[in-house]
């Protein structure tokens, strides 16, 4: 029987490995010559699926990136560089576009940042969290010390430099530190999402820009109306899933991939060979001599060329990093290229033809066809940015710091595949509003490079902290990858801060709405829980009453849900003084979220007695990884019922240990796969006819005919009965089986789900800025999302609020 007993406090302490822990991390050591040694016959094994995987990726990951040839180069040479554009300048830019391709997707993401996933999973949060389970720094307030013997916690090597040490010290003793980093998140999160609704405006407004080069005569107004019917259209399509999509739009992507590979060979061969020789960087020391500050400007329309590469990384939870590097690093990259190469090749030879860009290089034979493999792909391309969008919303609401919306996860292998239909609906106006807002490709150009180069600066900082704390490198091995991107990254970041003014405000504006957002949830939710903690029920005033807590205790259990993972929660002290009776078995369920991806079955729950054992009050905390779902388990109900019951089996044996007067110290891991083969009880099926005998029970006979009318009325909501019996076992305590008894009675009884519905206000004493914070901010997020019963898919008839006003 694999039980833990873990002694867990109100907050979480300094904690380092035990003796195990750092023995079991040499012995990992040990075997990794071991594990190095039959890595290609896994490869090999694992190939067929990382290549379905692949072929997945190229309708989802990828749509964005390969269709920026249709915007790059007219973006570019729009502005002050059309005064110089001649065939030098065009060679230039290509040298520019051919080593940013190389330098930051290729090498930077695909080789060092896909490294970086947190447990399968990645983006910024995804750094955020892998972060905080090496360093102090979460703000998450109701962690506890039990969560980090999690086996996905991972903990590193041990041993620091001195300046490393130093500098982990400094983020865990200054909260105004930890609160910065924070919110430099939260801003990549928000820039994410402000990601999310420019790049489905700019794909396909760009894609149809080729009607007015194909000599057509099409108006602006139907231009644009058949834009709108094309992104109405892909948000519509969202809720199918990822993989539904993936394998739907893939066979596009790949398609328009090899399309642009063989024009760009042929504008290659017929046009000038000799570009290929543009790859040198003497290209582009020549062309900034020729520009000047014209061409530093003009940086803001190359970096187009690596938009989606965020998405790489951000979608990483819906692919693996191998099928994400095997379709960039064979197709994407090369045909990318090529396609560059060739537009180069043509332009440099055709100047005039550089405004219109894209389409003037196709072949007038092929124009149609390209054209409608174009737009589809650009339909295609937004998915990238979508699909990523959806996942950090779901980290950030695992990390609590985003409003509880409904997540729908479309995949039960991979679980970071998600539908989020509100943040899908709030997406698609906000992209119908850029469209028809800017209606110019160049101005929400400025935008889009503006968001992605934001985003990517921001990453590069978490992974410098991720290759000093996670990694276990040298500071000046992290400052040398920081300095080295930022110099790159940061060089087309100021060019396109230049072009604010000219659209770029908007990525700004909408990330920082988000992040304002995020920061008063995340805010109000620790102000609450703080209040909770601040004002629990005090052990002493609960023994003082006694084992009826000077009410009537009436049949069935009380699943009261509370936030806080140690002591009694205030709201019970209303019950207890309000009420004239309570359950006979009540138990203080707290479902939190821990910095990991995923949580184990085996681990979710720690069990635990509150007060002495005729009070019959026991706690459960249930943990959840940002990337887990909340489902409604049908067997959740009974899983907790054999889950005290084991404890208290485990109790009377001595495996755990209570001290009298400390019962809210000393919790148990009950394994979910221990408790469904235990023998503490046995279960059976429930009868249908009632012929087994009447139990006990408060609810009054309307209330469960009204019980068995909603249930007919729903039929998914309806659980399975199930009957507990107490095995035959002569050598059970007495005590014990009178107490597995009452729990069993209490069970079928009935069980009731208690919630506190708070409603959080500023003390009259607080700043103005916390007011407005507290009561219009937080209270108006907390009104208008999801209820947290129905996040937690508690069934409405069985469900009891209780509502209560917070001062914080």
Not at 776 to 788: D, E, M, P, Q, V
Request: glycine content about 6%; hydrophobic content about 45%; charged content about 15%.
């Amino acid at each position: 029987m694999n039980i833990i007993t873990v002694d867990h406090g109100e907050e979480k302490k300094d904690f380092l490995p035990s003796a195990d822990a750092r023995h079991g991390q040499d012995e990992h050591a040990g075997f990794a010559r071991l594990k190095n040694k039959f890595i290609s016959e896994s490869f090999l094994a694992n190939l067929p699926s990382s290549l379905v995987l692949a072929y997945q990726s190229f309708g989802v990951v990828y749509g964005d990136l390969s269709t920026s040839p249709l915007y790059v180069y007219s973006s570019t040479f729009n502005g002050k560089l059309e005064n110089h554009q001649n065939a030098d300048a065009v060679l230039g830019v290509f040298s520019l576009i051919f080593w940013t391709l190389t330098l930051i997707p290729l090498l930077k993401y695909v080789f060092i940042i896909l490294s970086a996933d947190d447990n399968g999973e990645g983006g910024t949060i995804a750094l955020y969290s892998l972060l905080c389970r090496h360093v102090k720094i979460s703000l998450l307030p109701n962690q506890q010390s039990a969560d980090e013997e999690l086996s996905s916690y991972k903990y590193g090597p041990l041993r620091q430099s001195s300046l490393s040490l130093a500098l982990r010290r400094y983020l865990e003793k200054h909260k105004k530190s930890r609160t910065a980093l924070l919110l430099v998140v939260l801003l990549g999160a928000g820039m994410v999402i402000g990601d999310g609704a420019i790049s489905p405006a700019m794909s396909v407004l760009s894609s149809i820009s080729g009607l007015t080069s194909a000599d057509t005569r099409l108006a602006n107004g139907a231009i644009m109306s058949l834009a709108c019917i094309i992104l109405v259209a892909l948000f519509a399509l969202q809720h199918f899933g990822t993989k539904r999509v993936g394998f739907l739009f893939a066979p596009v992507v790949v398609l328009w991939l090899l399309t642009i590979f063989a024009v760009g060979v042929y504008n290659t061969i017929y046009w000038n060979p000799e570009v290929i020789f543009a790859v040198s960087p003497h290209y582009i020391v020549k062309f900034f001599r020729q520009t000047g500050r014209d061409g530093w400007i003009s940086l803001g329309g190359v970096l187009l060329c690596i938009t989606g590469t965020e998405a790489m990384f951000a979608d990483l939870g819906h692919f693996t990093a191998c099928s994400i590097r095997i379709a960039f690093v064979f197709i994407v990259y090369p045909c990318l290229v090529v396609q560059y190469m060739g537009q180069a090749a043509y332009l440099s030879k055709n100047i005039s033809a550089i405004p219109v860009g894209f389409y003037a290089s196709i072949p007038d034979a092929v124009i149609w066809p390209v054209f409608i493999i174009a737009t589809l792909a650009a339909i295609v391309a937004s998915q990238a940015i979508i699909s990523a969008t959806f996942s950090i919303v779901k980290q950030c609401q695992g990390l609590g710091c985003f409003p509880r919306v409904k997540i729908v996860h479309t995949s039960k292998q991979i679980h970071g595949r998600v539908y989020i239909p509100e943040i899908n609906w709030m997406l698609m106006i906000l992209t119908l509003a850029v469209a028809v807002g800017f209606h110019d490709t160049n101005k929400i150009g400025n935008a889009y490079g503006l968001a992605v180069l934001s985003v990517m600066l921001i990453t590069t900082f978490l992974m410098a902290l991720v290759m000093v704390f996670v990694w276990q490198r040298s500071v000046a091995l992290a400052v040398v990858f920081f300095l080295f991107s930022w110099f790159i990254e940061g060089a087309y970041l100021s060019a396109a801060y230049i072009k604010v003014p000219q659209g770029g405000w908007v990525p700004l504006a909408l990330s920082l709405i988000f992040m304002l957002i995020m920061f008063v949830w995340h805010y109000g939710t620790c102000k609450k829980y703080n209040f909770d903690l601040h004002n629990k029920v005090p052990l002493k005033w609960i023994l003082g009453l006694g084992p009826s807590l000077g009410i009537v205790r009436v049949p069935g259990i009380g699943l009261i849900y509370s936030e806080l993972a140690t002591g009694v929660p205030p709201i019970f002290s209303h019950f207890v003084t309000n009420l004239p009776a309570f359950h006979n078995v009540l138990v203080f369920v707290c479902v939190k979220s821990v910095p990991v991806p995923h949580v184990s079955p085996a681990e979710r729950f720690l069990i635990g007695r509150i007060c002495p054992r005729p009070y019959r009050m026991y706690r459960c905390i249930a943990r959840y990884g940002y990337k887990d779902l909340h489902g409604d388990d049908e067997n959740f109900e009974n899983l907790l019922i054999k889950s005290i019951a084991e404890f208290i089996q485990m109790e009377a044996v001595g495996l755990v240990t209570s001290p009298e007067m400390a019962y809210d110290g000393r919790m148990a891991v009950i394994s979910s796969k221990t408790v469904q083969s235990t023998t503490s009880l046995t279960v059976t099926e429930g009868d249908e006819d009632g012929a087994s005998p009447p139990i006990p029970t408060s609810k009054s006979s309307t209330l469960h005919s009204l019980r068995m009318s909603y249930e007919e009325e729903n039929p998914h909501l309806r659980r399975r009965q199930l009957r507990f019996q107490i095995p035959q076992c002569p050598t059970m305590d007495p005590a014990v089986a009178e107490e597995l008894s009452d729990l069993i009675q209490a069970k079928e009884a009935g069980v009731a789900y208690i919630m506190g519905h708070s409603y959080v206000k500023a003390r009259r004493s607080s700043s103005f800025l916390k007011k407005l914070i507290i009561d219009f901010g937080y209270s108006f997020l907390r009104k208008n999302c999801r209820a947290s019963a129905v996040g937690l898919h508690i069934p409405q008839i069985s469900l009891i609020e209780v509502g209560m006003v917070y001062y914080v």
